[in-house]
């Protein structure tokens, strides 16, 4: 079945699993050095977008839908500071945990309703908004590793590192 004729679901959770997919592929390209390498003011890096991207699966399907308690995840405080990386953070280790927060993620809401709503901070939010604003936050960076992606690699090429 295409996605440009599926039903509301499924094109929700495909266009997802688009945009985790390009997260993932972010850290395909780059070894341990680059991945950590900072190449704008903030802390943003490729592994540091995937770290975050961590963070957001676990925020919005494993504490907001399925109501496990920030504490327990063990998440940071702040979006901010899901971009802090740790000595122990590789390629490889931030890789294993975005795909099993993945897993989780979709485990989580197959088990619920497109219409079912959980409070935030404006009011109550639906499944349906938690796909759509997962879809944006991951496609927005992914667009941001693309580039760092970019440049890094250009670096390499040019000698440049």
């Given at each position: 079945?295409?996605?440009?004729?599926?039903?509301?679901r499924s094109v929700l959770e495909g266009l997802l699993d688009a945009q985790r997919a390009e997260i993932a592929l972010l850290?395909?390209?780059?070894?341990?050095?680059?991945?950590?390498?900072?190449?704008?003011?903030?802390?943003t890096t490729v592994l540091g977008l995937v770290k975050h991207a961590v963070f957001v699966e676990r925020v919005w399907f494993h504490a907001r839908v399925a109501g496990v308690p920030r504490?327990?995840?063990?998440?940071?405080?702040?979006?901010?500071?899901?971009?802090?990386?740790?000595?122990?953070?590789?390629?490889?280790?931030?890789?294993?945990d975005f795909d099993e927060a993945c897993d989780i993620s979709r485990a989580v809401?197959?088990?619920?309703?497109?219409?079912?709503?959980?409070?935030w901070h404006d009011g109550p939010v639906s499944l349906r908004y938690v796909y759509g604003h997962m879809i944006a936050e991951l496609a927005r960076h992914a667009g941001h590793g693309d580039i760092l992606v970019e440049q890094l690699l250009a670096r390499r090429t040019s000698g440049e590192v």
């Open positions: 079945m295409s996605l440009h004729t599926a039903d509301e850290l395909d390209e780059v070894d341990d050095t680059e991945a950590r390498t900072r190449l704008v003011p903030s802390a504490e327990r995840l063990g998440i940071p405080a702040s979006p901010a500071e899901s971009f802090v990386l740790t000595d122990t953070d590789t390629v490889a280790s931030v890789r294993a809401a197959a088990d619920h309703d497109l219409d079912e709503t959980w409070p």
